[in-house]
């Protein structure tokens, strides 16, 4: 079928984070990382369906759930998964903090790529662990890895873990195979086991394809944990599902325990129906999101190239989180985004949110029906043009 993403549904008084700010404003948010489309149909049928029964009480995972995701693995990324890998989660935070607190003890490390999901430090700061950072370098065009920092800051022997964001949020690099393996190597020398965020595995444009790390081979699966859910990909985040792989049984038993003793192991009864259809049905639906995504991303290059000429725009590989350079408008990101907010009733994300290195950066969501896109890129436009 064809699927509709220019019509506007209005998201206001419905309890939805990115819309409530303020609702007697007329704020237009394109911050958080939520898309304005409708799902795709099978998860809106299997949805209703499941209301119909009108009994939602505790609910098993069933065997259908593990192979949806199993087969979505091999499907679109092409790599053969085993269901015992599978630990259901209710989100990709909560996973993270559940590895971290199971591998590391008060006081250890745990290495990062900044800038990058500001989440990532609540995950570690909670487990009373020391944020160690391997700032990523922007050439002008795109972000590149340190490797030799990296491998520095790796060879700490307090640090335990790094989390690798892959495709990257805020700056939307897909990983190259090669880089991936610099990584992989380095973590095995001195021991780190690599904690994957791969949450926006399934939103890559032309030209670029997602590589999941524990592919690449035996000795990658076995010292990797990866974080997977079909939240960003189908817009469902609000129904609290996820699922960590972990080939390794070793580890395995240690993520399960911290699972359950943080009581973050069972999905709900609507997020199971909703990966099942998701992942079996739903790839139509995400195809052609991707295809106007594209389109939504050309319309911002032309319109920034023409119009907001100062700033400049990181073309990114993946994901539809967009990362802008704004250093020459000459006031801070967070000025810049307080601005925006104030006079022009528009709210993005400050770079800074994403650590030092995203000073002079800002954050923008393209997922929405491109006529948002359109306005909030002229309201942008109209407080630049009073500095």
Request: aromatic letters at 10%.
């Amino acid at each position: 079928m064809k699927y509709d993403f220019d019509s506007v549904i209005n998201r206001r008084n419905t309890n939805s984070v990115k819309w409530n700010m303020n609702p007697e404003q007329d704020i237009l948010p394109m911050w958080i990382a939520d898309m304005d489309f409708k799902t795709a149909e099978p998860i809106i049928k299997v949805l209703e369906k499941r209301v119909q029964h009108g009994i939602f009480g505790y609910a098993e995972t069933p065997r259908e759930y593990f192979e949806a995701e199993v087969n979505w693995w091999y499907k679109r990324h092409n790599f053969r998964i085993k269901e015992e890998w599978i630990e259901p989660t209710t989100g990709v935070i909560p996973s993270l903090s559940a590895v971290v607190q199971a591998f590391t003890e008060p006081g250890d490390k745990v290495l990062i790529q900044s800038p990058v999901y500001n989440y990532f430090n609540s995950s570690i700061i909670n487990n009373k662990c020391e944020i160690v950072l391997n700032e990523l370098k922007y050439n002008g065009e795109y972000y590149k890895i340190d490797f030799d920092d990296f491998e520095k800051k790796a060879s700490d022997e307090k640090v335990k873990i790094f989390i690798l964001c892959n495709p990257h949020n805020p700056v939307g690099r897909v990983w190259s195979k090669d880089e991936l393996e610099r990584l992989g190597e380095i973590c095995l020398n001195y021991n780190v086991i690599v904690l994957v965020d791969e949450i926006h595995r399934d939103l890559t444009y032309k030209g670029n394809k997602h590589i999941p790390f524990a592919a690449i081979n035996e000795k990658f699966l076995m010292n990797s944990i990866t974080c997977t859910a079909p939240s960003k990909t189908f817009n469902i985040a609000g129904l609290k599902t996820s699922n960590i792989i972990v080939a390794n049984e070793e580890y395995r038993k240690k993520v399960n325990r911290s699972l359950n003793v943080n009581e973050t192991i069972e999905p709900n009864i609507f997020g199971i129906e909703a990966l099942i259809a998701a992942y079996s049905e739903g790839e139509e639906w995400l195809d052609q999101l991707l295809v106007y995504l594209e389109e939504n991303l050309n319309f911002l290059y032309s319109f920034i190239n023409k119009r907001i000429p100062k700033l400049k725009v990181v073309k990114p590989q993946g994901t539809y989180l967009i990362w802008i350079d704004c250093r020459s408008i000459g006031i801070s990101s967070k000025e810049l985004s307080k601005k925006v907010l104030e006079e022009g009733n528009l709210r993005i994300s400050d770079g800074g949110t994403y650590g030092e290195a995203g000073e002079g950066f800002i954050r923008i969501n393209i997922a929405c029906p491109r006529t948002l896109l359109r306005d909030g890129l002229e309201r942008l436009e109209k407080v630049l043009k009073k500095l």
